[in-house]
């Protein structure tokens, strides 16, 4: 059964430095999204992004986020200057429009920022 | 704004018996999507079951089945014969299917299955 997979499984970093969190969403989806997770608390919406733009952003997606899908497979993330309150789980989601429009996730990607 | 609230933090239920784990929602909208998600220790989420505003039957997927109840804004997750692997986090979420993408999560119920 096709899947949502992301690498690494696991980021830590310092405080400052610019990461980047890679997807591969599931091949015939045309949706992508991230959501991050802080430790114990909710999902939370970043972006979703169609057609090669941003679709919807949330408030937390500022200036330091930006995503890209550089070629036909791979969706990334990337946080120019990291926080201390950027440390979460990061989710990456895909899905095709109609009929449930269902976001299928992958198994996230754990940031730690020191 | 689109509202999700789950009240039960957590959950025990002994293995092979039903639990019902709570979520309402509020919007505004006439077309809607509710899903429920399971997050395990190891972190992922997996999808479980979803149920469209219109839909007028209650949505069934193997053992999840979902007490969808428009008028009251309720869309219940009924877990049947629970086995020892239930045991994690479920999420209930919601989807604007009229203008926004994003997915809306309540704060999750914690399910524990006992032997």
């Known amino acids: 059964e096709p899947e949502v997979t992301q690498t690494p499984s696991h980021q830590v970093t310092q405080m400052g430095q610019e990461v980047i969190l890679r997807c591969v969403p599931i091949?015939?989806?045309?949706?992508f999204y991230w959501y991050r997770q802080i430790l114990g608390q909710k999902v939370e919406f970043l972006v979703s992004f169609y057609n090669n733009e941003i679709s919807e952003k949330s408030e937390i997606f500022d200036d330091q986020f930006s995503v890209e899908r550089p070629d036909g497979s791979n969706f990334t993330l990337k946080i120019r200057s990291t926080k201390l309150e950027d440390s979460a789980m990061y989710f990456c989601?895909?899905?095709?429009?109609?009929?449930?429009?269902?976001?299928?996730f992958g198994p996230g990607t754990r940031l730690t920022v020191l | 704004a689109q509202k999700i609230t789950q009240t039960q933090p957590g959950m025990f239920v002994q293995e092979k018996e039903a639990v019902t784990l709570d979520c309402t929602y509020d919007t505004s909208d006439q077309s809607y999507g509710l899903f429920w998600y399971k997050q395990p220790s190891s972190g992922e989420m997996i999808f479980l079951i979803y149920?469209?505003?219109?839909?007028?039957q209650n949505a069934t997927e193997g053992r999840y089945s979902l007490n969808f109840q428009k008028a009251r804004k309720s869309a219940n997750l009924v877990i049947s014969a629970s086995q020892l692997g239930d045991s994690a986090m479920y999420f209930c979420?919601?989807?604007?299917?009229?203008?926004?993408?994003?997915?809306?999560f309540g704060k999750g119920t914690k399910l524990t299955v006992n032997p």
């Open positions: 989601a895909s899905s095709y429009p109609r009929p449930t429009d269902t976001q299928y």
């Open positions: 149920q469209g505003s219109y839909d007028e």
């Open positions: 979420a919601m989807r604007d299917q009229g203008g926004s993408e994003k997915l809306v």
């Open positions: 091949s015939n989806h045309l949706y």
